[in-house]
């Protein structure tokens, strides 16, 4: 079965301190991955997707299949970082997404 | 352009009654689907229509029923509303499938059932 875990809900880093949001998969097949991210009373946006292999806001992302996992990386977090995170999958047809739970971000001055 | 836009963004309804909530897509988007977002999940796909037809069904009843106009723009019904339907409903639109580049997500309907 398809299933996309993220096993923080929440995570607290110092500003300027480097931050991992952690995301594991199930999948029987190719797949997609992203991340999606909600800033406070913000709609929920994409933030990056594995295809692509980009850099957005200094994320990045790498798809470990043998550890089944696309881990979100940061070197340097920033006050503005504070936000829900989701990880999601994509079927292989591309009509269904499958998401995590989220992970709530907290960046401490 | 405004994006995906939902209406309306909150309603409050009793068990048992019916609702629909609406979306229009993202310009130049022709795919939509729908989300279920309970309190502390992550969203729930329900389905995705395309082409004025259900391309897919998430693992939701068939209480949960939708609509795509030749616009492009859809509706979501729920009919014999539970308390358990309360959550957030999010509008997602692509151009086809969502694989390439994802989804572009309204502001959702905040549904709550007394």
């Known amino acids: 079965a398809q299933r996309v875990t993220q096993p923080e809900k929440l995570l607290s880093v110092f500003k300027g301190a480097p931050v991992e949001l952690k995301c594991n998969y199930s999948?029987?097949?190719?797949?997609?991955l992203f991340w999606y991210v909600q800033y406070s009373r913000q709609r929920l946006q994409l933030l990056l997707r594995?295809?692509s292999r980009e850099s957005i806001k200094g994320f990045t992302a790498d798809l470990n299949k043998g550890e089944t996992s696309f881990h979100l990386k940061k070197p340097f977090a920033q006050e503005e970082d504070s936000a829900m995170y989701y990880c999601?999958?994509?079927?292989?047809?591309?009509?269904?997404?499958?998401f995590g739970t989220g992970t709530s971000l907290t960046v401490i001055p | 352009d405004a994006g995906v836009t939902q209406s309306p963004t909150h309603l409050i309804k009793t068990r048992g009654q019916q609702v629909t909530l609406r979306c229009s897509p993202k310009?130049?988007?022709?795919?939509v689907s729908w989300y279920q977002q309970a309190l502390g999940q992550g969203p729930q796909f329900i389905f995705q229509?395309?082409?004025?037809?259900?391309?897919q069904r998430g693992n939701f009843p068939d209480r949960f029923s939708g609509h795509q106009f030749p616009n492009y723009s859809s509706e979501l019904n729920v009919n014999a509303l539970l308390l358990g339907d309360s959550a957030l409903y999010l509008c997602?639109?692509?151009?086809?499938?969502?694989?390439?580049?994802?989804?572009?997500f309204g502001s959702g309907t905040r549904l709550t059932v007394v």
């Open positions: 310009s130049g988007h022709d795919t």
């Open positions: 999601a999958l994509s079927s292989y047809t591309g009509n269904q997404f499958y």
């Open positions: 229509y395309y082409e004025e037809e259900e391309r």
């Open positions: 997602a639109s692509s151009l086809t499938s969502g694989q390439l580049y994802g989804y572009t």
């Open positions: 999948y029987s097949g190719s797949p997609e």
């Open positions: 594995h295809i």
